[in-house]
């Protein structure tokens, strides 16, 4: 089994490139620096999100701009510190 605090394997996710998260409406906007490796690794929607743009196939224009905004993460319920949910998402990656 590999050991998680393995410095080898943390190493390589903070050499990847960071790309801004904005969390939240106008008015109320948290930006947050990420490594691409973690969010990618982590979680389905940014590893979709974040693929590099190809000719040939149609994705997420995040891809290309290395930004994702998101305006709520709890839909609906007009939550107004999402940035600190994100925070403590963050938290819980690095």
């Known amino acids: ?21 904005v969390i939240g409406r106008a008015g ?9 490796s ?10 979709n999100a974040l693929r590099a743009q190809r000719s040939d196939r149609a994705d997420w224009v995040e891809g290309a701009t290395k930004r994702v905004e998101i305006e709520e993460l709890l839909h609906g319920t007009d939550y107004p510190n999402d940035h600190e949910i994100f925070s403590v998402f963050l938290w819980a990656l690095y």
Do not use: N
């Open 1 to 21: 089994m590999e050991d998680p605090f393995d410095p080898d394997l943390i190493r390589p996710s903070f050499w990847s490139e960071q790309i801004e998260v």
């Open 28 to 36: 109320s906007k948290h930006t947050f620096l990420v490594h691409t």
């Open 38 to 47: 973690i969010l990618k690794k982590y979680t389905d929607y940014f590893h």
